[in-house]
């Protein structure tokens, strides 16, 4: 007896890409062709706006002080997320629970209510000032609007980011290995550093990656918590499109970011594999 076989509908994977590669043109890449044109067509033909921020030494400064909140902010996520991690991977299984539950909490609190709430508790009436009163610290400092308030709010924002991906890698990491350096003598901090710490090295770099780069781009946080006076790079370009609306110079402004950070994704591409920024890393 001889069999039908109904016919092959589908083959190969384009088809089931194709609504994923509609959106992302769509979506992505039709509106960031657009800025790519205003930037080199307003108000004129030409590349005078990217000639005016090479020339710009207000540009130069906001860069600077973008890279170097960015690194802080990562400094910061990475001090405060490693203990955490490192705890919810080595703990009992409902402990780990418990704090990867409240990591998540973060995730569906919006950035500009966490915003507002930090304006809440450094604000003059706050609960900082309070506390910071009620110790006779008198007059209490300013501690709202400045550099500091931006850059802990922006860690606070960052750390369950960090803290995801140092706990993906060190789930993984065999405890056997740290007791095997004790059992031959090696003091539990000494293990730590030599056995423990190298082997988490892969998160480390995955969440510094993560937070390095979406730091780059904050524009809330910076703009209603920080000092007019340390603007970082999306705070210039709100203003040129809000305020002056010059869309020419603010379109190439967000071309050299996405240059700066396409440039931080090919240095990591490079050196560790983009493979390897959402599988984890590996040991």
């Not at 993984?172 to 293990?191: C, K, M, Q, S, T």
Request: hydrophobic share 55%; with cysteine.
């Amino acid at each position: 007896m001889k069999l039908r076989t109904s016919p092959v509908l589908v083959e190969g994977p384009m088809p089931l890409m194709a609504p994923a590669v509609i959106f992302l043109a769509l979506f992505f890449l039709v509106p960031l062709g657009y800025v790519v044109w205003m930037s080199l067509s307003q108000p004129v033909i030409g590349l005078q706006n990217f000639g005016r921020l090479l020339n710009s030494s207000l540009f130069a400064s906001v860069l600077y002080n973008t890279f170097k909140t960015a690194l802080l902010v990562t400094l910061l996520s990475l001090l405060f997320a490693y203990p955490l991690a490192y705890a919810a991977a080595n703990g009992s299984k409902r402990f780990a629970t418990f704090l990867l539950t409240v990591v998540a909490l973060s995730f569906w609190t919006s950035y500009l209510v966490r915003t507002y709430a930090w304006m809440v508790i450094l604000g003059n009436q706050g609960p900082v000032t309070a506390l910071l009163s009620w110790f006779g610290w008198e007059p209490t400092p300013k501690i709202l609007f400045t550099t500091f308030s931006a850059t802990l709010a922006m860690a606070h924002a960052l750390i369950p980011f960090m803290t995801m991906s140092l706990f993906a890698v060190m789930k993984r990491i065999d405890p056997l290995y740290v007791r095997a350096a004790e059992n031959l003598g090696a003091h539990p901090f000494r293990a730590f550093v030599s056995v423990y710490l190298p082997l988490s090295a892969p998160g480390i770099v995955n969440g510094c990656t993560l937070v390095f780069i979406t730091c780059l781009g904050f524009y809330v946080m910076p703009v209603l918590l920080g000092s007019p006076r340390d603007q970082m790079i999306a705070g210039i370009i709100g203003d040129q499109i809000e305020q002056t609306l010059d869309f020419g110079l603010g379109s190439a402004i967000s071309i050299v970011l996405l240059a700066l950070t396409l440039a931080v994704y090919a240095l990591y591409n490079r050196f560790f594999g983009l493979d390897r920024l959402w599988a984890g890393g590996d040991r």
